[in-house]
């Protein structure tokens, strides 16, 4: 009876050892749901969702307390992921956060630019060069097109232009049928 | 006689070689301008290195090879440079690339040629074969040096040739075999191959035959030709290793891993050339086939206009569009402007008769034709599918990337389903999502690294700040202690309502009053400080006057 209980005892205390090193050992930090979401955005860090950056966004999302269908950028697409990923319905992009867009960069007119600083103080990626009173330019790798750069600027001399396809950037198009219209059969 | 395998699958179209296999190669008379694509590897464009104006001499680099993938660009033919412009590439997309625009002098004056010991060091081949701009002629164009850095046991030369209607290295094999021989052994002495294999299709006995004749000539101790049954794709790379070595390459791996490396033998003979005669690649053999009255091979400076080669075929009335590369790989050009590329191995022209534009597309109905013919042992039709539902991490887990376009599936399909372009949807929509997704990760480091920035500033800032205060604080209580210690008869303020905050608070404000009020003083002299003593003499005068007439006013009032 007494070597029952020991033993029972004893089991216990190895389990409760065991798990309690495995709960110190294998801690997760932070939340890995938010960093599966954050994976998903795009990362233009452009605050079109209304939270100052992707992962606050994804923070907000994870916690429940925002809709997936508030950034722009990710498109249909981001929010089809994130649907899949968080087991929610489907909802088209919502107006109010904006519409999708074409992938764009920002380009400073180095003539009007009176190198103020103001864009590169609102660059969330750093990708804009310059110091006070010297001409900016925008570091085109590594732009994300957000356009936070474009209310500061008091001269608007930044513009966004749309990335034109290249060799290395172009796809090969989702097979379709051409539609010939019957009569031009016909008379062929 | 060496072992031959099989591969899986494989189809056999009608082969039509006999069309253009008969004619000897051509020499096509230069055009009256050449447009030389700076961009002529898969992996990437050359450095320009001439502008418009510049005269050029035939085999000069107009464009350097850039990084570990550049190779360069030549002049094909001594001449002027008009111009660099962007021009339509000969490339399913259509689009525009930097082009040297070439007006040939006729005169044909080459560059110093200087040959290259070809039993040298390995490194310097390797170099020569770069700046000789040498890429796969087999049609992927994949920088030849690259592929040579491998050590292998076994070099492959591929002249099966299995696509239909093709007979450019056919022609090359029966009439410059020497030269194929003499890059070969180049090839495999750089790569340190025990053994060289020439593979070359049944159908083209007399190739296979002057490949032996040439090696009876030199030493045929490691060289062996061996004829694999007619069979498309025969001439995959993977494929001819396999029929030839029995070496099933994984999906995922490539030959090198397993000690075989394959070359094309029109590499294999600009290999020679560059190294035994000093001459970049600066011109290529060409079928003219299909819908042509006289077709043909021709030997053709790269960079030569599509319109102004067709006619040494004489194409038929009938044509309505050419394909560069054969029926089942090839791509219709977007327009005959283009130039020739290193990579043009043929322009079959096709006509609604001779090439009847495809049926319309039926449902697949699963029923597995497709992965009996895929000779890479994909399952085609599932892939279909993910390509098509937009599924691609599935179609990526089915082994998409290994699938060489062969386009066998679409070729037995009954139908009649274009897989292929799937699969390519499919490849470049997961390539794109990949640059995507590397520069979201790019753009998520730089925004922490920001983010990170402003903090510590902030932090450093503060802790500044802190320090200043401390400082303040010590020097006021050092202050206070000295005045305690020194006037303490001086009568104690005590305020009624004040409490001690309130008392720092004042005796800090007081003192900084202080030290502004000493700055002041020091920071700003009077203009009348640094003066002769002249205008000294004259400012006390005014003085003096001036104190005259007050008192003189407050006498009067």
Redesign the interface.
Known sequence: MLSAILVMALGAVVLGAALGFAAVKFKVEGDPLVEKI?AI?????CGQCGYP??KPYAEAVAKGEAEINCCPPGGEEGIRKLADLLGREFKPLSGEHGIEKPKSVAFIDEQTCIGCTLCIQAC????IVGAAKQMHTILAA?C?GCELCLPPCPVNCISMVALP???D???????Q?PLVPIKAVAHA | MLELFRFPGGVKPASHKQESAGSPIAPAPLPGRLVVPFRQSATGAAAIQVQAGDKVLKGQTIGAAEGAFGTAVHAPASGTVVAIEARTLPHPSGLAAPCAIIEPDGEERWIDRVPLDPLGDPESLRARIRDAGIVGLGGAAFPSHVKAKAAIDTLIVNGAECEPWITCDDRLMRERAEEIVAGARILGRLMGAKRIVFGVEDNKPEAAQALRAAMNECDGTSCQVAAVPTLYPAGGEKQLIRVLTGIAIPYGKLGPDFGVQCFNVGTAYAVARAVLHGEPLVSRIVTLAGNYATPGNFEVAIGTPIDALLPLGQPRADTDRVVMGGPMMGFPLPDLTVPLVKASNCLLAMSPALFPPPPPEMPCIRCGACTRACPVVLQPHELYWFARSKNFGKAQEYHLFDCIECGCCAYVCPSRIPLVDYYRFAKSEIRARERDKAAADRARERHEFRQFREEREKAEKAAKLAAKAAETKAKLAQEEAAKASAGEAAPEKVSAGGTAPTDDKLALIAAAQARAAERKATAAPRNTDALTPDQQAQIAEAEARRAHAEAATKDDA
């Open positions: 954050d955005l795009p990362q233009t860090q950056g992707c969330p990626v750093d990708a590594q994300t396809e290249t060799l950037t172009w796809k090969w198009k989702y097979p049928i």
